[in-house]
């Protein structure tokens, strides 16, 4: 019976995640320059260790898991331990191989570069 | 789910501010600008500990005040890139001022405030004086 009830829920469940927390969507900004999109995740509580960035198929997808050290019994609660995660998908004109991520302050920070080819160029006009 | 203890005083809190929100929602526009960071709190036996969500806020950029019983948390989180030569896509964060109060239990020893910042957020530790706590058990009996 037990067994039972354990399969209907991973069937229910389809994606795996890490253990039972709550998931949370972060708050993000995207802007593009010239050479890259820059994509800003607000993931507060949440060590580098935590941060997982996959990008595969076209699809980018940030995950943190959020564990405060609470010592205590939660009297007030807002917000808790989390699962951050966030999926995006990326034009092709972005160089996968380039990408960078760097947390600081609660802050995943995402550097996409544009591909060389995708880069508006000047084209020169050669006088015969 | 998690399970909270069910605490009248926490309602209470809520209700006082309410009430303050109210009436200072009359005070000049720019400060109701503020946005409020999310807040848990925890009971550790001898202090209690608010734990701040503040991403991207320099530290430099956060007061904590404490008048009489109540904890004023305030600050700036300031924008990482301005500029006209980005396009937005996505613009889901809050910047700007932030602001919140709590009001402290009679309990807690205001003197002795802890606070320190770590992956955006900021950990207030409020001791507690043990010496109220076991007057106000013997006035019970």
Redesign the interface.
């Known amino acids: 019976m037990n067994q039972r009830n354990e399969i209907a829920k991973t069937e229910e469940n389809g994606i795996k995640r890490t253990g039972n927390l709550k998931t949370a969507i972060p708050?993000?900004?995207?802007?593009?320059?010239?050479d890259e999109i820059?994509l800003?995740a607000?993931?507060?509580?949440?060590?580098k260790e935590a941060v997982s960035v996959n990008v595969d198929n076209g699809t980018l997808s940030l995950s943190g898991v959020r564990t405060?050290e609470?010592?205590?019994?939660?009297?007030?609660?807002?917000?808790?331990n989390v699962e951050f995660i966030r999926s995006f998908s990326v034009p092709q004109t972005i160089d996968v191989e380039r990408v960078e991520a760097e947390?600081?302050?609660?802050?995943l920070k995402l550097r996409l570069p544009k591909s060389e080819a995708a880069k508006p160029r000047q084209i020169e006009i050669k006088t015969a | 789910m998690?399970l909270?203890?069910y605490?009248p005083l926490?309602e209470l809190a809520l209700l006082r501010n309410s009430f303050t929100d109210f009436f200072t929602d009359s005070a000049p526009k720019a400060e109701s600008q503020d946005w409020s960071p999310?807040?848990?709190?925890?009971?550790?036996?001898d202090?209690?500990?608010l734990?701040i969500?503040?991403?991207?806020?320099?530290k430099e950029d956060i007061r904590v005040n404490i008048e009489k019983e109540i904890l004023t948390l305030s600050g700036e989180r300031k924008p990482?890139?301005e500029g006209d030569?980005?396009?937005?896509?996505?613009?889901?964060?809050?910047f700007g001022s932030f602001r919140r109060n709590f009001i402290l239990s009679p309990e807690l020893l205001t003197e002795e405030v802890d606070a320190s910042f770590k992956?955006?957020?900021l950990k207030i530790t409020l001791k507690k004086n043990k010496i109220t706590e076991a007057a106000k058990q013997i006035s019970i009996h």
Do not use: C
Not at chain 1, 74 to 80: M, Q, S
Not at chain 2, 53 to 58: A, K, M, Y
């Open positions: 708050a993000v900004d995207i802007y593009e320059n010239e820059i800003h607000d993931m507060p509580g949440v060590v405060l609470n010592k205590g019994d939660p009297k007030w609660e807002e917000f808790g947390l600081m302050d609660g802050v | 998690r909270v203890r605490n926490n999310a807040v848990d709190i925890f009971d550790a036996k202090s209690i500990v734990m969500d503040l991403p991207g806020v320099q990482e890139i030569k980005h396009t937005f896509y996505k613009r889901e964060r809050i992956e955006g957020v």
